[in-house]
T-cell receptor, first 114, second 114 residues
């Protein structure tokens, strides 16, 4: 069975500071991993994904994530936070590598202080 | 391509009433997924379709829930005899095929049962 754990339900950073959102996964097969962002009362927007190949993946809006198999982690980072980054972020793993059937973490709310 | 559309965006209903939500996926996508998201949680998988065939239903989908995709295009999710615990955001997503990792989410239908 696959699962995702996001460490920290709420992260607060200052504008311009490093953003680090933590995600650990459990999977019996090589995982496909995703980060999504959700703005209030909106659906989910894909930030980036890891399937195979390069373990450092770059996404939209300056975000990137690194797949570390030894640590079963897929942490999301951005060098410099912007006010517009304030949102809810979800890490997800695909079930049996079926792209659309996803197991999500509980989410991390990112606040950005001016 | 206008993305995944969901209707209505918001629905307030009295306990015991039936409600139906509609999802229009991206036109060429043959996979369609329904998720439920309660406040402060990540989305949870409910069911999915491959064309018009419903291939899997989560144990979260009680007998009061039914989903259809009659012509392999749009889908409906009906909840009968709504309960307060059904209050949630219902998200629809679609992807081109079963191995696709490019899943697009709609903006969701927020259901409030009073």
């Amino acid at each position: 069975a696959q699962s995702v754990t996001q460490l920290g339900s709420h992260v607060s950073v200052s504008e311009g500071a490093l953003v680090l959102l933590r995600c650990n996964y459990s999977s019996s097969v090589p995982p496909y991993l995703f980060w999504y962002v959700q703005y209030p009362n909106q659906g989910l927007q894909l930030l980036l994904k890891y399937t195979t190949g390069a373990t450092l993946v770059k996404g939209i809006n300056g975000f990137e994530a690194e797949f570390k198999k030894s640590e079963t982690s897929f942490h999301l980072t951005k060098p410099s936070a912007h006010m517009s980054d304030a949102a809810e972020y979800f890490c997800a793993v695909s079930v049996g590598n079926q792209g659309g059937k996803l197991i999500f973490g509980q989410g991390t709310e990112l606040s950005v202080k001016p | 391509d206008t993305g995944v559309s969901q209707d209505p965006r918001h629905k307030i209903t009295k306990r015991g009433q039936n409600v139906t939500f509609r999802c229009d996926p991206i036109s060429e996508h043959n996979r369609l997924y329904w998720y439920r998201q309660t406040l402060g949680q990540g989305p949870e998988f409910l069911t999915y379709f491959q064309n018009e065939a419903q291939l899997e239903k989560s144990r979260l989908l009680s007998d009061r829930f039914s989903a259809e995709r009659p012509k392999g295009s749009f889908s409906t999710l009906e909840i009968q005899r709504t309960e307060q615990g059904d209050s949630a955001m219902y998200l629809c997503a679609s992807s081109l095929r079963e191995t696709s990792t490019a899943t697009t989410f709609g903006s969701g239908t927020r259901l409030t049962v009073v």
